[in-house]
C-alpha cells in the first residue's frame, strides 16, 4: 500500500515538473495530494539549488580569466600614477590607502573631483593622526563618489615643526571646517585656506591638544588646571 | 507671637519680616535656562511635566536679571567657565548655584585626562548644593532643589550678623 502511494506521488510529482500540474491535483485522497505538493516544492529548490551552482562554477571560470582583482584604492592610485607621476609614492601606498606628496595636492585633488574615472564628488573626512614624537604628522582624507559608489583613502604627511599642506577647501567646501578642526588639534597649516582659525577652541588656546607631545597649560585665564591629583586611585 | 497676640483682627497674620523673606525667596526660585551637556536632558525631564518644577514654584528664566538659581547641567569646558562666570555675574542678588551632576562638580570623566575641561565649578562661582550623579535623575535634582530651599529658609536676611 505504502508503495503504492509513493510511486503514486513520484509519478505525479516527474509529470508536474514536465508541465503538466493536473496529475498532482487530479489525486483524490487529500493527504496524498498534499504530500505530492510538497515533494513537488522540494524537488524544485533541489533543481534550482544545482541551476545556481553550475552557473556559479561558470562564473569562478570566467573571474579566473581576468589577471588579478585591484582594489579601488589601487586602481586609482594608478590611474594617478599616470597623471602625476612624481606626486604619488607608491611604496607607501597600500590596498587601503594612497599615499602621495603634499606639494600638487590642490591640481590632483581637483582631478580626483573632476575627472569621470573618479568623480569623487564628496569629501568624507579629514583626520590628523600623529604617529609618535619622533615621526612626521600625517592628514588622511576620506573621498567618496556618489556616481560610481567607490571610496578612497588619501594620505599626505607633513614636517612635526613645518606642518604646511596645501587646503582643498575650495574643491571640497565642506574642507572648511575639517581643515580647521585639524588645525585646532594638531597646528597643521592649510595653505589657502581662506579663514583657518581654530573652530572648537577658544581662541587664545595654547598648544595643539592632540599631539603627543603636548602639554597641558597650568593657568587659562587665571583659573588652576590641576595636573596632580590628589586623593584618587 | 507675644505682645501682638490678639491685637489684630483675624484676617491678619503677624511673622517677623525675616522668616516671611526666607519663605517668600524659598517658595518661587526661578532658574536660569541653560544647559551645557547630558544633565541639561535630565533638567528638561524634571521641568517638564511628569516631575513638574512647577509644583515646588520654579519656572526656567531666559535671562541671568530674571533668574535666582543657576543650575550648571554638564560639563564645564574651560571656554564655557569664563561664560558661566559671566553669566554669574549677571545675576541679580540674591543668587544661588547648583552644581548638576559629576562633570560640574568635580570634572567627573574628564578629571584625569581633559585638558579643556574645567574640574569644578566650584573653581569660578560659589556653589550652594551640589548633586552626585551621572546624569542625576530627575528626583536627585529635585531633592538638591528642596535642599537648596531649605537652606533658602534659613538664611536670615534682614538679621545683623555677628562677628
Known sequence: MTDNLEQLINDAVEKALAGDMDAINNIEDRVTRSKAKAALVKAKREAAKEQTEKSSDENSIDSSDVKQDLTINENIAELLIQQFPDDIIKELSSKEHIQIQSKNWLIISKYLRDDPACLFDSLQCITGVDLGEESDLEVRYNLHSMTHRHAVEIRISCLRNKAKVPSVESIWRIGDWFERETYDMYGIEFEGHRDLKRILLPEDWEGWPLRKDYEVQETYHGIVVPKVKEGWE | ?163
Open chain 2, 1 to 163: 507671637m507675644g505682645v501682638f497676640e490678639n491685637k489684630f483682627q483675624d484676617n491678619v497674620v503677624v511673622a517677623s519680616l525675616d522668616k516671611l523673606l526666607g519663605w517668600a525667596r524659598s517658595t518661587s526660585p526661578w532658574f536660569f535656562q541653560f544647559g551645557l551637556a547630558c544633565c541639561a536632558i535630565e533638567m528638561m525631564a524634571t521641568a517638564a511635566s511628569r516631575h513638574d518644577l512647577m509644583r515646588i514654584g520654579m519656572i526656567p528664566r531666559s535671562s541671568p536679571r530674571q533668574a535666582d538659581v543657576m543650575i550648571v547641567a554638564g560639563t564645564v569646558t574651560l571656554k564655557m567657565a569664563l561664560r558661566v562666570k559671566k553669566l554669574y555675574e549677571q545675576m541679580a542678588n540674591p543668587k544661588y548655584v547648583i552644581s548638576m551632576g559629576s562633570c560640574a562638580t568635580s570634572g567627573g570623566p574628564y578629571w584625569q585626562h581633559g585638558y579643556h575641561v574645567l574640574k569644578g565649578v566650584d573653581l569660578v562661582v560659589p556653589v550652594d548644593v551640589y548633586v552626585p550623579g551621572c546624569p542625576p535623575r530627575p528626583e536627585a535634582l529635585i531633592e538638591g532643589l528642596l535642599k537648596l530651599q531649605e537652606k533658602i529658609q534659613s538664611e536670615r536676611p534682614l538679621t545683623r550678623k555677628t562677628a
